[in-house]
């Protein structure tokens, strides 16, 4: 990130972007923007911004069924975080260090994981991305077989 601080008018087109590549709708995307800037105040900081995002995308994420929770256990996702959200928080991570730039280790502070959980995303995201030429491809087509993420 610059070291300028910038303000939350002029992060409006990544946090824009952003929610586009999280949702892939334009409706939705709009949606997001505005629960998202309908939270913050003038005085936040870009890491602020970013974490009131992620927060407004997960309250639209609908809750998941009984199956997509039985999977979680099995690959030991908690049952706060749904595979769901892991997801995202991958899609996210790889989106985050490649829209706005962002540094690893604010990366983590927005999400709040540890560091090496998000380099090892990034790799992760990175690698879904140049095979299936899609971030983090749905759900259905993760679900391990032999209890580990493909």
Same mark, same amino acid.
């Given at each position: 990130?610059?070291? !300028?601080?910038?303000?939350?008018?002029?992060?409006?087109?990544?946090?824009?972007?952003?929610?586009?590549?999280?949702?892939?709708?334009?409706? %939705?995307?709009?949606?997001?923007?505005?629960?998202?800037?309908?939270?913050?105040?003038q005085?936040?900081t870009?890491k %602020?911004?970013?974490?009131?995002?992620?927060?407004?995308?997960?309250?639209s994420?609908?809750?998941?069924?009984? @199956?997509?929770?039985?999977?979680?256990? @099995?690959?030991?996702?908690?049952?706060?975080e749904?595979?769901?959200?892991?997801?995202a928080?991958?899609?996210?991570s790889? @989106?985050l260090?490649?829209?706005?730039?962002?540094?690893?280790?604010?990366? !983590?502070?927005?999400?709040?994981?540890?560091?090496?959980?998000?380099?090892?995303?990034?790799?992760?995201?990175?690698?879904?991305?140049?095979?299936t030429?899609?971030?983090?491809?749905?759900?259905?087509?993760?679900?391990?077989?032999?209890?580990?993420?493909?």
């Open positions: 990130m610059n070291k !300028s601080k910038r303000t939350s008018l002029d992060l409006m087109n990544n946090i824009y972007t952003l929610a586009y590549w999280m949702t892939g709708s334009e409706t %939705e995307s709009n949606e997001l923007v505005n629960k998202t800037y309908s939270r913050i105040d005085d936040m870009d %602020e911004i970013f974490r009131t995002f992620r927060s407004c995308y997960f309250t994420i609908e809750p998941e069924g009984q @199956l997509a929770a039985d999977v979680s256990t @099995l690959i030991g996702v908690s049952s706060e749904s595979l769901r959200q892991r997801f928080d991958i899609k996210l790889v @989106l260090s490649e829209i706005p730039g962002i540094r690893h280790r604010d990366i !983590s502070k927005i999400i709040g994981k540890p560091l090496l959980t998000v380099r090892w995303w990034l790799s992760l995201g990175r690698k879904s991305l140049v095979n030429q899609r971030l983090i491809p749905p759900i259905e087509m993760c679900l391990p077989i032999a209890g580990a993420l493909q």
